[in-house]
């Protein structure tokens, strides 16, 4: 596809997405902001959707993303980091995203606070400014079933609402981190709007201890109504915008 078929078809696409969005905060206080997850497609594709405007997006892939963000330095685009983080990656990381929407356990703050701290210092000695915290999102498994999950094999969904709390608290005390609020995906085969409904409530009862922690990340192509419904802050929105992903890679 040409340049410029594949920049209409972006835009078209956008528009739309952001119409829905209109629609849906029709009455509300705000409108949510819209992140475009822009993993699987080319650094090109983010390159046409910064051209129509965009400046958010989201990755959920290291080497993917460490390479579009270095393609694209010196734009101004901010880098959300949405997909599950190994703590051997909080380095590279760290190095270009400005939100990370996936903090779900003790041992990641831990190497993201080193990683912060090896990041200024990487920054100070090549002679650059400081970068800025880092931005921390809690994500949340709002998975109400019972069933028994495989320990340690399935990809966690999140951390459980009752450690939401401490996990504030760390990130609140860790240097270079800020508790910035939650992030959730609706659970397959469960109603968005009630997800999103929990979600708020647990954002609510956040606020309360970190004001500052306000960020709520919820809803995709599929349920972005849902999420605005129950007052997201942010939408995460790929495949309505960049069109069908490969199923595997
Ligand atoms: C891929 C992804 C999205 C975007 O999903 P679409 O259905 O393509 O809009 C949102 N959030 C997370 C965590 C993702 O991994």
Not at 71 to 97: C, D, M, P
Not at 149 to 163: F, I, N, S, V
Not at 186 to 209: M, T
């Amino acid at each position: 596809m040409s340049t410029n078929s594949r920049k209409a078809e972006l835009s078209a696409n956008l528009e739309r997405v952001r119409e829905r969005i209109a629609r849906a905060a029709a009455g509300r206080p705000a409108e949510p902001e819209l992140i475009v997850v822009t993993k699987f497609f080319p650094a090109s594709d983010v390159a046409l959707l910064h051209d129509l405007g965009v400046r958010d997006v989201g990755e959920n892939r290291d080497q993917e993303a460490a390479a579009k963000a270095a393609e694209l330095a010196g734009r101004g685009l901010r880098w959300h980091f949405i997909g599950q983080l190994q703590t051997n990656k909080a380095k590279s990381v760290v190095q270009y995203a400005d939100l990370l929407h996936s903090v779900d356990r003790p041992q990641l703050i831990q190497a993201l606070r080193k990683a912060m701290a090896a990041e200024q210092q990487r920054r100070q000695a090549a002679g650059l400014e400081p970068r800025a915290d880092l931005g921390c999102l809690i994500q949340v498994d709002l998975d109400e079933s019972d069933l028994p999950k495989a320990a340690g094999t399935a990809a966690r969904g999140g951390a459980r609402p009752g450690e939401i709390r401490a996990l504030a608290d760390a990130l609140q005390e860790a240097e270079g981190l800020a508790p910035a609020g939650l992030m959730a995906v609706a659970p397959l085969g469960a109603d968005p709007a009630r997800a999103f409904g929990r979600l708020a409530e647990l954002s609510h009862r956040l606020k309360e201890e970190h004001p500052g922690a306000g960020m709520v990340s919820a809803g995709m192509s599929q349920d972005l109504e849902a999420a605005v419904a129950a007052g997201a802050t942010h939408l995460r929105v790929g495949s309505d915008v960049l069109g069908p992903r490969p199923a595997v890679r």
